[in-house]
Antibody
């Protein structure tokens, strides 16, 4: 069955960098677009970034554009999120999610359990 | 960017109640709307996509509908396991925005 497992979270000082990983199994990873979604403590869901199945196309939320970079290694079934210039307001649980692109339908059908990033001095 | 406004933000209901949550989009998103359920300490779970299509394994007491830019999630008879927070999400364009959430609590 489909499994998405995030890792790489932790406590980091403001201005520093962190790289999150999402290890995928149970499906053909290179056939699916992937996303990162975050959730600040006690808050709602905020979409962060998208990458196409082949890695050629990416989109970002305005709040992270220029600081975060999404990438993937299809040979290793792994999704990444490189986060630079971290701010206190980036403190969140970060989830990776799989998107089904079965025209005309689009939806996030599987989510990982999340990895917590805390930005604090 | 497309904004999604959910109402109410919070509702208190009893087991067996019929519950309705509304999500209004700031512009036409056709039927590209999904609903997710999230329980405390857990990842979100997809309930409905394309406005009204139930994800595999989701109980039939959940249903979705649309009238223009207003979308509705209905739980026909609330069960104890349904107490959670519900989010709508648009998949019409980027950014893939979410509504602010509706928390359903036990009365």
């Amino acid at each position: 069955q489909v499994h998405l497992v995030e890792s790489g979270g932790g406590v980091v000082q403001p201005g520093r960098s962190l790289r999150l990983s999402c290890s995928a199994s149970g499906f053909t990873f290179n056939r699916y677009a992937m996303h990162w979604v975050r959730q600040a403590p006690g808050q709602g869901l905020e979409w962060v970034a998208f990458i196409s199945s082949d890695g050629r196309l990416t989109y970002y939320a305005d709040s992270v554009k220029g600081r975060f970079s999404i990438s993937r290694d299809n040979s290793k079934n792994t999704l990444f999120l490189r986060m630079n210039s971290l701010r206190a307001e980036d403190t969140s649980m970060f989830y990776c999610a799989r998107e089904v692109e079965l025209w005309p339908h689009y939806y996030f059908d599987y989510w990982g359990q999340g990895t917590l990033v805390t930005v604090s001095s | 960017d497309i904004q999604l406004t959910q109402s109410p933000s919070f509702l208190s209901a009893s087991v067996g109640d019929r519950v309705t949550i509304t999500c209004r989009a700031s512009q036409d998103i056709n039927y590209y709307l999904a609903w997710h359920q999230q329980k405390p300490g857990e990842a979100p779970k997809l309930l409905i996509f394309a406005t009204s299509t139930l994800q595999s394994g989701v109980p039939s007491r959940f249903s979705g509908s649309r009238s223009g830019t207003e979308f509705t999630l209905t739980i026909s008879s609330l069960q104890p396991e349904d107490f959670a927070t519900y989010y709508c999400q648009q998949l019409h364009s980027y950014p893939r925005t979410f509504g602010q959430g509706t928390k359903v609590e036990i009365k």
